[in-house]
């Protein structure tokens, strides 16, 4: 059984696509949809998103990848890339699958940004959500903490240079198509291209796309260490003591201690999704394996309660 890669419209002129991929992992009776459902984050080319659905598929599951928006090689549609705190695509996704799959438990698996998006959606929908268990991978906690990460150290500044190149790119993948005019753009083109930092593209053009007076009113929004006691589903973390994305000092221990929900697992070493095992790396990572077993502890425990 192959991955199962869905795609549709959304409301907006898009098809299935944003920056990351989602994979969401559900639950089925009905005899076409065998295991769960899942959703990761990257790209359904992706090589640790094709190792994620493995991992769903050899727990009974049935994969399906969300494209973000600029990924996926579909082209864009629009001039709205993504957001850390804004969740309307995932929804719609997840609608769209709770639809198809009426009587299935969705599980979602998020990786980097596509993992803060997750969290996001479990503390804005609560007791309401349709996940019903999520599984995060090298996903930041504090906007603020990772901004300061990766721009204030000269070593960590490369990463924040670097997908500032690669969102510019993505946005002028857009402006290059036929019939769209840069004077329809709700911020200035010309300073957009001028940026080299994250921060900077999230000032001229995340904040005004998506409605935000300022870039620390953004910032907040999209930062979660303070709403983990409005998650209302279990959520396993993996992060690596040493992701410049995500500082060790910004995780909320104390407020995970407190919470019946959310489980945190810090490794000393693995990076940013680069949590490598044995002498020759070849093979799946530890992330693999863990949610293979996140996978199928979610089937126990859904098996027993229903």
């Given at each position: 059984?192959?991955?199962?890669?869905?795609?549709?419209?959304?409301?907006?002129?898009?098809?299935?696509?944003?920056?990351?991929?989602?994979?969401?992992?559900?639950?089925?009776?009905?005899?076409?949809?065998?295991?769960?459902?899942?959703?990761?984050?990257?790209?359904?080319?992706?090589?640790?998103?094709?190792?994620?659905?493995?991992?769903?598929?050899?727990?009974?599951?049935?994969?399906?990848?969300?494209?973000?928006?600029?990924?996926?090689?579909?082209?864009?549609?629009?001039?709205?890339?993504?957001?850390?705190?804004?969740?309307?695509?995932?929804?719609?996704?997840?609608?769209?699958?709770?639809?198809?799959?009426?009587?299935?438990?969705?599980?979602?698996?998020?990786?980097?940004?596509?993992?803060?998006?997750?969290?996001?959606?479990?503390?804005?929908?609560?007791?309401?959500?349709?996940?019903?268990?999520?599984?995060?991978?090298?996903?930041?906690?504090?906007?603020?903490?990772?901004?300061?990460?990766?721009?204030?150290?000269?070593?960590?500044?490369?990463?924040?240079?670097?997908?500032?190149?690669?969102?510019?790119?993505?946005?002028?993948?857009?402006?290059?198509?036929?019939?769209?005019?840069?004077?329809?753009?709700?911020?200035?083109?010309?300073?957009?291209?001028?940026?080299?930092?994250?921060?900077?593209?999230?000032?001229?053009?995340?904040?005004?796309?998506?409605?935000?007076?300022?870039?620390?009113?953004?910032?907040?929004?999209?930062?979660?260490?303070?709403?983990?006691?409005?998650?209302?589903?279990?959520?396993?973390?993996?992060?690596?003591?040493?992701?410049?994305?995500?500082?060790?000092?910004?995780?909320?221990?104390?407020?995970?201690?407190?919470?019946?929900?959310?489980?945190?697992?810090?490794?000393?070493?693995?990076?940013?999704?680069?949590?490598?095992?044995?002498v020759l790396p070849t093979r799946q990572m530890l992330t693999d394996r863990v949610c293979k077993e996140f996978l199928l502890a979610m089937k126990e425990y859904h098996s027993k309660v229903a």
């Amino acid at each position: 059984m192959r991955p199962c890669c869905c795609w549709f419209r959304p409301m907006y002129p898009c098809a299935l696509v944003c920056d990351c991929v989602h994979m969401c992992i559900c639950e089925g009776q009905a005899a076409a949809i065998k295991g769960h459902v899942a959703m990761t984050t990257g790209s359904s080319d992706c090589a640790y998103v094709k190792y994620l659905a493995l991992a769903g598929l050899s727990e009974d599951y049935r994969p399906v990848v969300f494209n973000q928006r600029g990924a996926g090689g579909i082209p864009m549609k629009t001039y709205r890339l993504f957001c850390c705190s804004k969740v309307d695509d995932l929804q719609m996704t997840i609608h769209y699958i709770r639809k198809r799959c009426p009587e299935s438990k969705i599980v979602g698996v998020g990786v980097s940004l596509g993992g803060i998006q997750m969290v996001s959606y479990l503390h804005q929908t609560g007791d309401n959500s349709d996940l019903s268990a999520v599984l995060t991978i090298s996903s930041a906690w504090s906007t603020y903490a990772t901004q300061k990460s990766i721009e204030q150290s000269r070593v960590n500044i490369r990463y924040s240079r670097y997908l500032c190149g690669k969102v510019k790119t993505t946005l002028l993948s857009y402006l290059e198509q036929d019939g769209v005019s840069r004077h329809d753009l709700p911020f200035d083109m010309e300073q957009a291209l001028r940026v080299t930092l994250m921060s900077e593209f999230d000032k001229v053009v995340t904040v005004p796309v998506f409605g935000y007076s300022s870039l620390d009113a953004y910032y907040a929004d999209a930062t979660t260490n303070n709403k983990v006691d409005r998650i209302k589903r279990p959520l396993v973390c993996v992060t690596a003591a040493n992701d410049p994305f995500v500082p060790e000092d910004s995780l909320p221990f104390e407020a995970v201690e407190k919470s019946a929900m959310v489980t945190l697992v810090v490794t000393a070493y693995g990076g940013h999704i680069g949590f490598l095992e044995g002498v020759l790396p070849t093979r799946q990572m530890l992330t693999d394996r863990v949610c293979k077993e996140f996978l199928l502890a979610m089937k126990e425990y859904h098996s027993k309660v229903a």
